[in-house]
């Protein structure tokens, strides 16, 4: 059935971020006068709130559901963040589009803008991510680590909830000092120069959720991608430090959204109006080296690409669980060959010792879910 003149109904999480990435895409296909819908799917992943990403069984945790649906014949397409999805899809499948990407990278968030390598001894920082906890205790053995789920604002409401509370506090005694009839200190209130309602007129929505958040860990900071908070509207409320993708490098296909559809003139309308080559190119590059290494949530593997011009860089990243082991590269590719040349580096990095450490960090995970 032709795509033209009916509306595409396209499958997308229900989270605030998933709903911002198919507005993305439907915002394109609609520039080709396309009626879209888009469909909220609860998908396992959503399903299973209190386990971490690499505990949930398998991958593609956030994408199998929609995509069965699209196999179904229910709807059109589906969006996702790429980063979520398994290297093994569908056959019946084509990834039909993937828009220009967004910020690839990892950042940093803190309540105070810390750096990553100014976090004292002990400092607790909160990922959901294997990838990121082993960067993280390999560039700073001294820290710790603690597992951290849910929605992006989620996250960053877990983060800021100790600081604003105790901040809240202060403010609270200091007035109730300052109005006492014995209260002979004025130097508390006077340094607070607006009052309670003014200071928490001044907070951002997410920074006023924070403040009824009950608090059962207290992270120092904590570590995700930067497209996510940026679609979130979250990024510009922040302190955060960038981390340099060559060095910390992110997840395969991370910042990055594909479009699934089957094999149809559906994908070729989606294709036509939301592809970007570039991004296709890089992405490319990024799974190719997963797939050949066998990684997933359960390896602490990272893999970044960059077009420029004929040439496409390619940094990999590959640790053990802890961070104490690690196999790195970089590489130039050609353009013109880059899914085959992506192959060929990921055997180099595998005969390094890549593969091992994604099989050993498989085994851990198969161990660890035993053990629960």
């Known amino acids: 059935m032709s795509a033209r003149g009916r509306t595409l109904r396209l499958a997308t999480r229900g989270s605030d971020l998933a709903l911002r990435q198919a507005a993305i895409v439907r915002d394109l296909l609609s520039t080709r006068r396309l009626d879209v819908e888009l469909v909220e799917v609860e998908t396992t992943g959503d399903q299973i709130r209190d386990e971490l990403i690499h505990r949930l069984g398998t991958t593609g945790a956030f994408v199998r559901s929609l995509d069965q649906r699209v196999i179904d014949g229910e709807l059109d397409a589906a ?16 990834v039909a589009g993937v828009p220009e990407r967004a910020a690839a990278g990892d ?8 750096d990553l390598a100014d976090l004292p001894p002990g400092a607790v920082v909160g990922t959901s991510s294997l990838r990121r906890r082993a960067q993280l205790l390999a560039d700073q053995p001294a820290i710790e680590t603690e597992g951290l789920r849910g929605n992006v604002d989620t996250r960053v ?11 809240h506090e202060r403010r609270v005694e200091a007035a ?11 130097a508390d209130a006077a340094a607070f120069e607006q009052s309670i309602e003014e200071w928490f007129d001044g907070l951002a929505e997410v920074e006023r959720r924070a403040l009824e958040r009950e608090v059962e860990t207290e992270y120092d900071a904590i570590c995700l991608a930067e497209a996510g908070l ?3 509207g979250l990024l510009h409320h922040l302190e955060s430090q960038r981390l340099v993708p060559a060095e910390f490098v992110p997840a395969p296909g991370q910042g990055a959204i594909a479009v699934t559809a089957l094999d149809d003139e559906v994908a070729e309308t989606v294709h036509s109006a939301v592809d970007h080559p570039p991004t296709r190119v890089e992405t490319t590059v990024e799974r190719t080296v997963l797939s050949e290494l066998g990684g997933g949530c359960v390896a ?6 960059r077009l420029q011009g004929e040439v496409v860089t390619v940094a990999a990243r590959v640790l053990s669980q802890d961070g104490t082991e690690a196999v790195t590269g970089e590489r130039e590719l050609p353009a013109e060959r880059h899914a085959t040349a992506a192959v060929e580096f990921a055997a180099d990095l595998a005969a390094d010792g890549a593969k091992r450490l994604v099989q050993e960090a498989a085994r851990g995970g198969a161990d660890e879910a035993k053990r629960e």
């Open 79 to 94: 969006v996702h963040s790429m980063k979520d999805m398994p290297t093994d899809q569908p056959p019946e499948l084509v």
């Open 107 to 114: 950042v940093l968030v803190t309540p105070d803008g810390t």
């Open 300 to 305: 602490p593997l990272g893999v970044h690409a």
């Open 176 to 186: 109730e000092e300052d109005n006492g009839e014995d209260a002979g200190d004025e």
């Open 157 to 167: 409401e877990k983060l800021l909830a100790p600081s604003l509370q105790r901040e």
């Open 230 to 232: 940026a679609r979130s």
